[in-house]
C-alpha cells in the first residue's frame, strides 16, 4: 500500500512541495483575513479542503473569534520622502494585527513601535498584537541604526473589523470512524519552516492518501494556531470521541535531525509508532516529553479533552536563532529534509495501517519451514540470517496478543520487515489475522 515512491515521483514530491512553499511565502498571512483564504485557495487546487468561516464574535470556550484583519501597505518614509521600510518588500515589516496608522511623527516617538534584534543586525524578527490593539513596525537593527533625528511619515493600511475566521478541513473517511488527526498552522506570514513546512507537508500527505483505502479514517485541519484549534475543538466537540491519535506538522523542512514530542501521557500507541519510525531510519533523532507550551497539541492535550496528540518535527520551534524572524526563509529549508520528513510521516501512517495482531496457527513447536518452501522466498533467492530471525519473531508472538509493532520493538527488526514477514506466513497459512490493528 505504502510502498516506497520511484526516485522520479520522489524527486517529483520534494521538488513540489517546495515549490509550493515559495508560491505560499509572499502571501501577508495572520490568524484571520485573506491572506489565509488565498493560501488555502492554492491548497485547494491540490485537496479537496472545506473552507470554514467563523464570524467574530463566536464565543468559542473562553475565548472569542477576533475581528478580522486585513492589509493593504504600510511604509516608513524619511523627510525626505525616501521609504525606508516598506511592507511590501517584507510582509514581516509590519506588527502584525496593526491597527491603521497614517501620521508624521519624531523619531522619538516613532522609536517606541520600532522592534529590532541587536543581536541578528541583519534580520526582521516576527511579532504580532493579536490580543492588544496596538502598531508596530519589525525592521532590521542595521534599519533603525541607520535612522536620525528626523520627522517620519508613517502608513499602516490596515483594516481591523468584525468578519470571519477561515479554516480548511479535509477528511477522508477510511473502514473506520476511527480518525487520525493531522493538524498544521497557517497564520504566519513569510515564514518557511515555523509554518509553510508544515502546511505544504500536510498538502502532500492529504494529496497522498485522498485515493488510498484506509483502515482509519483521516482529518486534516489547516487552522491558525491556537485561536483556530480552539475554535475547532468548541464547534466539533463532538468528533473528538472519533479521534484516536493525532499530530501536529510544523518545522519540518529544515536541516537539522528529527525530533518528536510525545502526547501528554507519553506512553500511547502513536508514541510507540513515531518513535519506532525513527529508529527503524537509521538516523540521528530526539524524543521529547509533551509541553503545555508547544504547539497546538497544548489545544487538543488540554486535561478536558487529553487527545494523544504528539508533534513530530525537525528542529522544534525556539530551538533555532532563525525561529520568528526573516531568516527562516527560503533557504533555511530545503527539499531532501521536506521529502526526509514526508516520508517519516508516511511511515507513521504506513505501521497505523497495519499494525494488526496475528494468531499462529502451529503454535506447537515450530512448523517445518523448509517443506513449505518459505526458506528459499525469503529475502529473494538467498536467504538472509535476519529474514529467518524476524520470521521465527513472528512466529513466536503471533500469539494474538502481541501486534507486529510489538514484535518489531521487541525483535529490534524493522517494521518493514516484520510486516513483509508476517504477509509470507499468512500466505502460507502459517498465520491468521486475530485483530485488525
Ligand atoms: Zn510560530
Known amino acids: 500500500m505504502y510502498t516506497p515512491q520511484s526516485s522520479k515521483k520522489a524527486d517529483l514530491t ?79 515589516h509590519v506588527l502584525n494585527y496593526s491597527f491603521s496608522v497614517e501620521k508624521k511623527m519624531r523619531f522619538s516617538e516613532l522609536k517606541k513601535h520600532l522592534h529590532t534584534l541587536p543581536d541578528h543586525p541583519d534580520w526582521i524578527p516576527y511579532l504580532s498584537s493579536y490580543y492588544k490593539e496596538n502598531w508596530g513596525f519589525c525592521l532590521t537593527h542595521k534599519q533603525l541604526l541607520g535612522m536620525k533625528d528626523d520627522f517620519y511619515e508613517v502608513v499602516i493600511d490596515s483594516i481591523l473589523e468584525k468578519g470571519h475566521l477561515t479554516y480548511g478541513e479535509l477528511y477522508l473517511p477510511g473502514k473506520k470512524k476511527q480518525e487520525i488527526l493531522l493538524s498544521c498552522y497557517i497564520c ?38 491556537t485561536i483556530g484549534a480552539i475554535t475547532w475543538l468548541c464547534l466539533n466537540e463532538d468528533k473528538v470521541s472519533q479521534i484516536k491519535y493525532g499530530l501536529v506538522v510544523t518545522c519540518v523542512g529544515d536541516s537539522g535531525h528529527s525530533t518528536y514530542r510525545k502526547t501528554r501521557d507519553g506512553n500511547t500507541l502513536i508514541d510507540k509508532v513515531v518513535e519506532k519510525v525513527l529508529l527503524d531510519a537509521g538516523t540521528p533523532y530526539k524524543i521529547e516529553d509533551f509541553s503545555p507550551c508547544g504547539s497546538d497539541e497544548r489545544q487538543f492535550s488540554s486535561p478536558g479533552f487529553n487527545m494523544p496528540v504528539g508533534s513530530l518535527m525537525r528542529t522544534p520551534h525556539g530551538g533555532y536563532d532563525e525561529y520568528h524572524t526573516s531568516a527562516d526563509n527560503l533557504s533555511f529549508i530545503n527539499s531532501p ?81 516484520i510486516k513483509e514477514t508476517a504477509d509470507l506466513l499468512l500466505a502460507k497459512d502459517l498465520l491468521k489475522i486475530s485483530r485488525i490493528n
Open 14 to 92: 520534494a521538488s513540489g512541495m517546495y515549490d509550493l512553499i515559495k508560491k505560499l511565502y509572499p502571501i501577508p498571512r495572520s490568524i484571520t483575513g485573506n491572506g489565509v483564504r488565498q493560501t488555502l485557495k492554492i491548497i485547494s487546487k491540490k485537496i479537496p479542503l472545506k473552507i470554514h468561516e467563523v464570524p467574530t464574535g463566536t464565543k468559542v470556550f473562553d475565548w472569542e473569534v477576533p475581528k478580522e484583519w486585513n492589509i493593504k501597505d504600510a511604509y516608513i518614509k524619511d523627510s525626505r520622502g525616501k521609504k525606508i521600510v516598506d511592507f511590501k518588500k517584507s510582509n514581516l
Open 188 to 225: 504566519h506570514p513569510s515564514l518557511c519552516n515555523d509554518n509553510l513546512s508544515g502546511v505544504v507537508l500536510l498538502t502532500y500527505l492529504a494529496h497522498y492518501l485522498k485515493n488510498l483505502k484506509t483502515n482509519y479514517s483521516y482529518r486534516f485541519l489547516f487552522i491558525p494556531e
Open 337 to 417: 529534509c521536506l521529502l526526509d520528513s514526508f516520508y517519516k510521516y508516511l511511515g507513521v501512517i504506513d505501521i497505523l495501517e497495519h499494525n494488526n495482531t496475528f494468531l499462529n496457527l502451529n503454535p506447537k513447536c515450530e512448523p517445518q519451514l523448509g517443506r513449505r518452501g518459505i526458506y528459499t522466498l525469503l529475502g529473494g533467492k538467498k536467504e538472509t540470517p535476519i529474514s529467518q530471525v524476524a520470521m521465527f519473531w513472528v512466529l513466536n508472538f503471533s500469539d494474538g496478543k502481541h501486534s507486529l509493532l510489538d514484535i518489531a520493538i521487541r525483535s529490534g527488526i524493522n517494521f518493514k520487515q
